[in-house]
């Protein structure tokens, strides 16, 4: 154990200050050292690939400690880092300009994370041939890629950008971070559970074509994902205030001053946000009186037969 411990001591202070890799061996060699450090020691892998958020790293290794966060937050970090292995670099003024953000967060994957690719929900409405909604979701995903210029990022996969402020109530990049891995342990959770979803969830929604690929109507894909990160920053802001800080963040103020808001969150969330996000599709947009867990168990599906 003494052996084991001391290489993994090792190995994490050389990943501390990696030697250039000049070899698809010598990577693969790297990516297994990181397997072995992430399951030997998970906390200081956590806290390694924290390295570049000086402001926001402390918060999120107290919070994995703390006995009064609850555990669900707490497994969102863990789904990053130890089940996808999350990178996290700075989103500085420099690498802004380069890559054309427009946020203080964002995260970044490729097919490669995701069991499934993204449907026109027009499309997905009518009764078109799989490969014709094929072909609509990956046109999709392409005009995604266009937002950015990826060239000035890692290639690793996922990957989170995120800002690294003092916090505020104009700035809270912790929650801002937060926001951004909730949408990984979300892609995560569909991963695991695509094929359950997909005998419950009508096929406007979800399908299975004739290769077997999964095929996921954007809006819903975009309003499920939005709501739950939403969700996490608004009840991780209400968990974490008065304790890691003192001011609320601002776009929470309609919430937290007005007890009917506060009481009925999720709704108030949804409506904004399927207009925030462009939701057009009406099935969609009807499943915001739901939370999340009724609409993947088909609750309102149920009541529409």
Known sequence: MRILALFVTLVTFLLADPLPLNSAKAASLCSKFLAIVSKSNPKRFIAW??????????????????????????????????????????????????????????????????????????????????????????NCNEEAQK???LDHLPKHRPLVVVQNRP???????????????????????????????????PKQLVFVDEVGRFHLNRDFYDFMAERYA?????TLLKATLGNYYVDAYQRYDAFLTHPESDKNYRLALSNILV?????????????????IAEIFRGVPFKLRQ
């Not at 462009?278 to 939370?291: K, M």
Request: proline share 3%; aromatic share 12%; charged share 25%.
């Open 275 to 291: 207009d925030a996000y462009g939701i057009t599709d009406p099935f969609v947009r009807s499943l915001s009186e739901y939370t």
């Open 49 to 138: 690939r924290l390295r570049e958020i000086s402001e926001i790293k402390p918060l999120i290794l107290r919070m994995m400690d703390d006995p009064e966060i609850p555990s669900n937050f707490k497994r969102i970090v863990e789904t990053a880092f130890l089940d996808e292995d999350t990178k996290i670099i700075q989103l500085t003024d420099a690498l802004r300009r380069e890559t054309n953000f427009d946020s203080n967060a964002t995260y970044i994957y490729d097919n490669k994370f995701s069991k499934f690719i993204f449907g026109d929900p027009h499309a997905m409405a009518q009764t078109v041939s799989g490969a014709d909604k094929g072909a609509a979701a990956q």
């Open 230 to 234: 939403f969700q996490i920053e608004y």
């Open 167 to 201: 916090l505020s109530r104009q700035a809270n990049d912790f929650i801002s971070l937060m926001h951004e891995l909730s949408h990984i342990r979300f892609i995560h959770f569909l991963n695991q559970n695509l094929s359950a979803f997909s005998n419950v969830l």
């Open 147 to 149: 937002r950015y210029n």
